[in-house]
C-alpha cells in the first residue's frame, strides 16, 4: 500500500515555526512535501528527507490531482493565501494546490493567522468552510492544560493530525 501524501505550506512570516513543527511532527509512514521561500527550502533539503518546493513552480507534482495527495494544511495561512484560495486564484504553488484540493474534494485546512478577523476574511472562511475547507486557527484550549508555548503547538498540531485521522499523543485530552 503506498503512502498518504500530504502538502504542508506555510504563507506569511509570523508563525512559520508552528508550520515547520507541524511538518516535523508528521509520522514517517507519510509522504510529505512542504511548500515555503527559498531560502528556507535549499536549508530543508539538506537536512532533512522532505520533498520541498519553490512556491513560483506551479508544474510541481504535487499541483496535479492525478499526483494523489491526501491532503493539505497552510499554516500558518496569511490572508491574502486565504483570499485567493477563496476566489479561485491560483498564481502560486500554495494556492495551486489548494485549488487542486478544492476540486479533488480532498481535505484542506487552512490555519489562519491574523487577528482579530475581519468582515472580509470572516466571509472567506465562511465561503470556503461551506466548500469543506476546515478553518482551524492556531487556537488553544486550556482543558489539556499546557504550560509552555511548545506544549500550546503541541495541542495545536495534534488537533490538526486530529482532523487528518493521523494518530498522535500530542496533547492531554479530554476525561
Known amino acids: 500500500m503506498s503512502k498518504r501524501k500530504i502538502v504542508i505550506a506555510t504563507s506569511g512570516a509570523s508563525g512559520v515555526q508552528l508550520g515547520l513543527k507541524t511538518l516535523k511532527l508528521l509520522p514517517d509512514s507519510i509522504e510529505k512535501h512542504f511548500i515555503m521561500s527559498k531560502n528556507s527550502h535549499t536549508v530543508l533539503k539538506k537536512e532533512q528527507n522532505i520533498n520541498t518546493y519553490d512556491n513560483e513552480d506551479i508544474a510541481a ?27 479561485g ?34 466571509e472567506n472562511m465562511h ?15 486550556y482543558y489539556s492544560e499546557q504550560q509552555t508555548l511548545d506544549e500550546m503547538e503541541d495541542f495545536i498540531i495534534g488537533k490538526w493530525f486530529d482532523l487528518l485521522g493521523i494518530e498522535n499523543n500530542l496533547y492531554k485530552r479530554w476525561k
Open 127 to 141: 465561503k470556503l468552510a461551506t466548500l469543506g475547507v476546515i478553518i482551524a486557527p492556531p487556537v488553544m484550549a
Open 61 to 87: 507534482s504535487i499541483a496535479s490531482g492525478s499526483f494523489g495527495v491526501d491532503a493539505m494544511i497552510i499554516a500558518p495561512c496569511s490572508m491574502n493565501t486565504l483570499a485567493k484560495i477563496a476566489c
Open 89 to 122: 486564484i491560483s498564481d502560486n504553488l500554495v494556492t495551486r494546490c489548494a485549488s487542486v484540493m478544492l476540486k479533488e474534494q480532498k481535505k484542506l485546512i487552512l490555519a489562519p493567522r491574523e487577528m482579530p478577523f475581519s468582515a472580509i476574511a470572516l
